[in-house]
Structures are given as C-alpha cells and as structure tokens.
C-alpha cells in the first residue's frame, strides 16, 4: 500500500521533489527575510544619511527598497523553472541562474555570490569585534569618570569571534535551528530599537533636530571628500538591503499550495516594508542627532555615554545577532565547497566519510574530517582579513556595492526575461534594462567611493596594531 497521492504532485510526508514536506508561510520566510536584512547594515544608516542630507537620504531608502522589492518579486517567479506551480524546483540562487541562464553566466554568478558572501564574513567580524570593544570601552569609560580615553586594540576581540563561528560552524543542517531565526531577529530588533530610542532621547534633549537638506557641509569635510562620501553612502544603504542571495533558500521552506512565488511576493513586500521603516527612523533619528558627526556606527561612534547599560545591551546584542547571521550567510558558501569536492573526489574518505559520534540524550552527531577542517580554514582567513581591514565603513559600503548590481538587479531582471519570454525591445524588456543599467551605475559610484575611503584609512593604518 503506498502513500497517498496528492494533487499537485507528491505525498502527504514528501513534496513533489521527494525532500519531506516544507511546513514554511508567510511570517516564517518574512522572519527569516527580516532576519537576514536588519543586520549590522542598520548601523550605518545615520552616517550614510548624513552624507545625504534630509532630502536625498530618505529618497535613496526609498529607492532602494522599491527595486528590493520589485527584483526581489522577479526572483521569486524564478524558483520553479518552466511552469510556476509544478516546475522543476530551483533550491539555489545558483540552481536559478543555471536553470534559466545556464552557461558562463553561471561561472560569473558563482563568483560574484561567493565573494560577497565571503566579504560579509569580514564585514560581520569587524561589526561584532568593534561591539565587544565599545562594551569594554563604554564600561572602563563609565568606571573612570570619562578621564581614561579607554584606548584598546581590536584583534583579541576579533579571534574570539573566530573561535565561537569556528565551533557554530560544525553545526549541520542551518534550516533545522528554527529558533536560530527568532533569536536573531529578536537580537536585531533589540539593538536596532535601542539606537533608536537613544536617537530619539538625544533629539528630545538637546531640542534640536541637527542636519541640513544637502547633507554634511564642505568645511567639515573637502569638496573632494563631500562626493566619494555620498558615494560611499550609497553602497552602504545597499549593503543594508542585501539578501537577494538567500531570496531561493528561504523559498525553498515554503509549503505549497499556494504557489511558492505568491507567498513569497507577500513576505517580500511585509519585509521589504517593515525593514524600510525601521531604516527610516533608525537613518533620521541618528542624523537629527548627531548631525555632520553621525559616527560611522550608530551604537560604537560614542556618541553616547549613558545609559552606559543600554549601550551595552545594544552591543551585546548586535554579537549575538552577529554570530547567527555570520551562519546564516555562510552556509550556502559551505555547502557548494562541500558538494564540489564530494563530487571531484567521491571515493575520498576523508570528505564523505561521517563519522557517528554519541552524544547521550540527543540524536549522533555526525563528524566530516573534511567540514571540520574547511570550514575551520575558512573561518581563520576572514578573522586575518579583518585584523588586516578593520574598517567597518568601508568595507560595508564596498560590499553593499559588489552585491547590489549583480545579485540583486542583473541576475533577476535577466532572468525574469529569460524565464517569462519577454522579447527584445518590448517595452517591458526595455524598461527592465533601464532599470539593470541605472543599478549599474549606482553600484559603480558606490564601490569608487569605497574604495577611496579604504585608501584614505590605510595611509594612517598600521596593520594588526589598530587601536581605537
């Protein structure tokens, strides 16, 4: 007697794909989604507004989150290949990418995807090691009655974030930590809520709201300096709205019926709106009070003293946020290591072997020689670049830069297209490439005004001796 049949495809225990039955709706892909956006970008926001200014920092937000949103939908259609509700399941963005674009696209996809992901590997260790220093700072700050500057060096901090994701990296199996998400997004809430309300209290205090229309004055900084700033400004806004990458992978959880694409427009558009508004008020509250000296981190510029407890729960969080986040976005860099080399060496036992490893009360654990060692390796060399690179602005707006373009605009729109059979030159496919094009240019602005800001912090930078 087999199982029963269902409708559209598979049983009751399986899907259509033979993998067991997605249980994912609507609020777990928008929790997941909200999880993987409101990250350390957040922290960015106020500086980056203030490059702005009051007129063309919301509207750049704003920008942003439309063409989130709308690539966002296009990539969404693209997870089943062929027909939207009985197609071949894609369970990658690079799994769309082949089934769509397929050839040396592909190549360029990899790439680009593994580079970011790696980049926001750095990017998540340089945000967690200036966090633990600022709680260390704010309380050796408080103890001294603000008469110790609190001077202190990055790197140790740096190594223990290292070791907590060389052990968290042995973890099997991300989707299964469902609690993972919550605590994370509850993480990411907390420190991004207390900014908030410390940008609030500042503005409330001082009964000023600080900033002008054109963003930070020429004086305060050169004309020179006022252009690749806005640039720069750019790329981390982006950076704050990069998760295209793991747009599929959150798909993939979805149960079906409804289709996949219709539940994941919904979740897009609640995440995509609650993460703008949060941005909003996180961006505007910083720059109202700080002004032309929004620091380049809202919660470590120490732009506030007290509550000293407050910081240090906001800091405290941001690592714990980190922590998950850094697995979240590791993962798919893990598993196509892993399955390359399972594929180029299938009789290698060191690589496919498990090893069953009792653990009294839970199921076996399951050691790879291979996991352990790649992923250790893996772990080690972006704690290096970050000792090397500790600029926290910086190399967030280059990474915000590097995704945006490819991953959240090319590859979709090119997609869609491919997938939807748009012609040439209709005005649909017209206004699509208008659309990749401007993207282009934005991505291209942002990545020289990084880059130009790496180049300014490492004339003054002497490496592994930062101390902030």
């Known amino acids: 007697m087999g199982e029963e049949v269902l409708p559209q ?126 709680i260390k700072r704010s309380n050796c700050f408080h103890a001294s009655g603000g008469k110790n500057p609190c001077h202190m060096n990055s790197n140790p901090y740096m190594i223990a974030f290292g070791i907590v994701e060389i052990i968290f990296s042995q973890i099997p199996d991300f ?71 793991i747009l599929i992978e959150i798909q993939d959880t979805l149960k079906a019926p409804p289709a996949e694409s219709k539940t994941m427009k919904k979740a897009t558009l609640i995440s995509v709106g609650v993460t703008t508004l949060f941005y909003m008020l996180c961006g505007c509250m910083g720059y109202a009070a700080f002004g032309d000296l929004s620091p380049g981190n809202l919660l470590t510029g120490f732009g506030f003293y007290n509550p000293f407890w407050l910081l240090d729960i906001a800091n405290a969080a941001i690592v714990i946020h980190l922590v998950g986040a850094y697995q979240v976005y590791c993962q798919p860099l893990f598993a196509f290591i892993e399955k390359s080399a399972t594929e180029r060496f299938p009789d290698s036992e060191f690589i496919t072997k498990d090893i069953k490893i009792p653990i009294p009360g839970f199921r076996p654990y399951n050691l790879n020689l291979f996991r352990l060692v790649w992923r250790t390796i893996f772990v080690i060399i972006t704690t290096l670049i ?33 997938q939807k059979k748009i012609p040439k030159w209709s005005t649909r496919w017209v206004c699509l490439q208008i659309l990749s094009i401007a993207c282009l240019f934005i991505t291209i602005a942002a990545a020289a005004g990084s880059i130009a800001g790496v180049v300014l912090d490492l004339k003054s930078f002497k490496p592994f001796a930062t101390v902030y």
């Open 9 to 134: 495809g598979g049983t009751k225990c399986y899907d259509d794909d033979g993998r067991l039955k997605r249980s994912g709706t609507v609020w777990t892909a928008s929790a997941h989604i909200i999880t993987a956006v409101i990250g350390s970008g957040v922290l960015s926001l106020a500086w980056a507004t203030a490059q702005l200014g009051w007129v063309a920092g919301p509207l750049v937000m704003i920008l942003f989150s439309f063409v989130t949103y709308f690539t966002s939908t296009l990539l969404a259609a693209c997870y089943r290949s062929g027909d939207p509700v009985n197609g071949k399941r894609n369970y990658t963005y690079m799994d769309a990418v082949r089934s769509n674009l397929g050839g040396f696209k592909v190549k360029i996809c990899g790439w680009v995807q593994y580079l970011n992901l790696f980049g926001v590997a750095i990017g998540y260790t340089i945000a967690s090691s200036i966090s633990m220093m600022a």
């Open 175 to 245: 989707d299964q930590l469902w609690w993972l998400s919550i605590v994370a997004a509850v993480m990411s809430f907390t420190y991004s809520t207390i900014g908030l309300g410390l940008g609030i209290g500042k503005v409330a205090e001082t009964g000023t709201i600080r900033g002008s229309l054109t963003g930070i004055s020429v004086g305060t900084v050169t004309q020179t300096q006022k252009i690749w700033r806005s640039f720069q400004a750019l790329g981390d806004i982006a950076f704050a709205y990069s998760y295209s990458l």
């Open 386 to 418: 970050s000792m090397l690179l500790p600029f926290f602005n910086d190399i967030v707006g280059l990474l915000g830069a590097l995704g945006f373009w490819p991953l959240t605009v090319y590859f979709p729109v090119e997609m869609y297209i491919s």
